[in-house]
Nanobody
Framework: VQLQASGGGLVQAGSSLRLSCAASGRPFINLQMAWFRQYPGKAYEHVATISSSGQTTHYARDLKGRFTIVRDNTKNVAYLLLNSLKPEDAARYYC???????????????????WGQGTEVTVSS
């Protein structure tokens, strides 16, 4: 599976961004998808997960309400909508996938074996 993340950029605090993760090489409908972010020198931090059907989502506690994960299984794309961005949201955002059709979703990096290259989000105050 190849994952291609895009949509990052430099924005002002309070702005919104839409990150995209395009998948190829495996039926997207069989993939559970997640977004993680990473600060320089730090470990990956879970942001959000969505089940293969799109029916189940799970968010990092502090991000729920500002970030939204959705997917379009007809276009093989998962999205992360970032609203009301704060300077502390500035990080490199990675999309990840794992072969699972269960509605039980994972927030552990150990469970994901397909990773995109990441997209940088910079937020100015």
């Amino acid at each position: 599976v190849q994952l291609q993340a895009s949509g990052g950029g430099l924005v002002q605090a309070g702005s919104s961004l839409r990150l995209s993760c395009a998948a190829s090489g495996r039926p997207f409908i069989n993939l559970q998808m997640a977004w993680f972010r990473q600060y320089p020198g730090k470990a990956y931090e879970h942001v959000a997960t969505i089940s293969s059907s799109g029916q189940t989502t799970h968010y990092a506690r502090d991000l729920k309400g500002r970030f939204t994960i959705v997917r379009d299984n007809t276009k093989n794309v998962a999205y992360l909508l970032l609203n009301s961005l704060k300077p502390e949201d500035a990080a490199r955002y990675y999309c990840a996938g794992r072969a699972s059709v269960e509605e039980v979703v994972s927030e552990s990096t150990d469970d994901y074996n397909f990773w995109g290259q990441g997209t940088e989000v910079t937020v100015s105050s």
